[in-house]
């Protein structure tokens, strides 16, 4: 399995309705590509310090899985629509999961 993780710092013009439709925009793409087992898309809480306004959290099961997600229509349309104009920088990795990563 792979945790593909995503943070991103937004333009100055970014307004909290902006944030909510992305993240409303978000979740319902999660529902529609069944690579994703897991998905989470939230503003950072910033409980430490940190530049990140936003982040992304998906697992999907392999590298085609990772692929079949980011390729997805619904999710080019969602960067499209909502991300692609909100962005100022996105830094994103992938990190190896194992069944005994994950714990409840």
Do not use: C, K
């Not at 945790?3 to 993240?23: M, Y």
């Amino acid at each position: 399995m792979i945790l593909h993780q995503v943070a991103f710092t937004w333009r100055e013009s970014v307004s909290d309705d902006d944030v909510r439709a992305l993240t409303a925009a978000l979740t319902e793409m999660a529902t529609q590509i069944p690579s994703i087992r897991s998905y989470v898309a939230a503003p950072n809480l910033r409980v430490r310090p940190s530049d990140v306004d936003y982040a992304i959290a998906a697992i999907v099961d392999d590298e085609a899985g990772l692929a079949g997600y980011l390729d997805h229509p619904a999710h080019l349309a969602v960067y499209e629509s909502h991300l692609g104009p909100m962005l100022a920088s996105r830094h994103a990795s992938q990190l190896p999961l194992s069944a005994g990563t994950l714990t409840a």
